[in-house]
């Protein structure tokens, strides 16, 4: 459903990590590959990553923002809020878009159909082309390998772009130390 990206989040022990791709595809044809696809809002208390157009996801970058702000940063309470606006307006909620939020508490993946995911886990989501390959390295990584956080995203979307035509190996994260816990 969404072709041209890769997102997978992880919030582990010590940090809450997000990382995604750069490239930008249309149709078959790949338009950029440095693309920036996450980014910390609040004042860098929360992780944010797209799968979807670019446009889009600034307009719902800076929409989520402001929740967060009337929310004083509850995350709960902002991706409540933030979705069932995403849902209501009618422009928007036709979107083919995916996103995914996180702090060193909670995780979850937002659509503009008004759903609201917290995964089973508590710990690991991914969204785009390349999700399900970078979900499943993430997890067989945390099960056999002694990675920080950081290092377990960058390798499961190493994977993901070794098996998603539309995932390449242009590797972006971010993090939250867990003092914010």
């Known amino acids: 459903?969404?072709?041209?990206?890769?997102?997978?989040?992880?919030?582990?022990?010590?940090?809450?990590?997000?990382?995604?791709?750069?490239?930008?595809?249309?149709g078959d044809s790949v338009l950029k590959g440095n693309a920036t696809k996450i980014r910390t809002l609040h004042n860098g208390k929360i992780l944010a990553g797209f799968a979807g157009?670019?446009?889009?996801?600034?307009?719902l970058f800076d929409m989520f923002e402001e929740f967060l702000k009337d929310k004083k940063g509850d995350i709960l309470k902002s991706v409540i809020e933030f979705s069932k606006a995403w849902r209501k307006d009618k422009v928007l909620r036709r979107l083919?878009?995916?996103?995914?939020?996180?702090n060193n508490d909670h995780i979850f993946i937002l659509t503009g159909n008004g759903d609201v995911v917290e995964?089973?886990?508590g710990?690991?989501?991914s969204i785009g082309s390349g999700g399900n390959y970078a979900i499943s390295a993430a997890r067989a990584l945390k099960k056999h390998a002694k990675?920080?956080?950081?290092?377990?995203?960058?390798?499961?979307?190493?994977?993901?772009?070794?098996?998603?035509i539309y995932t390449n190996h242009n590797i972006k994260t971010l993090t939250l130390d867990g003092e914010n816990k």
């Open 96 to 102: 083919e878009a995916m996103m995914i939020v996180l």
């Open 53 to 59: 157009s670019t446009a889009d996801a600034f307009n």
């Open 119 to 121: 995964p089973e886990d």
């Open 147 to 164: 990675l920080d956080e950081e290092e377990l995203v960058k390798e499961a979307l190493h994977v993901a772009a070794d098996l998603c």
């Open 1 to 26: 459903m969404f072709d041209a990206t890769t997102i997978l989040a992880y919030k582990g022990k010590n940090r809450a990590v997000i990382g995604g791709d750069g490239q930008v595809t249309f």
């Open 123 to 125: 710990e690991l989501a």
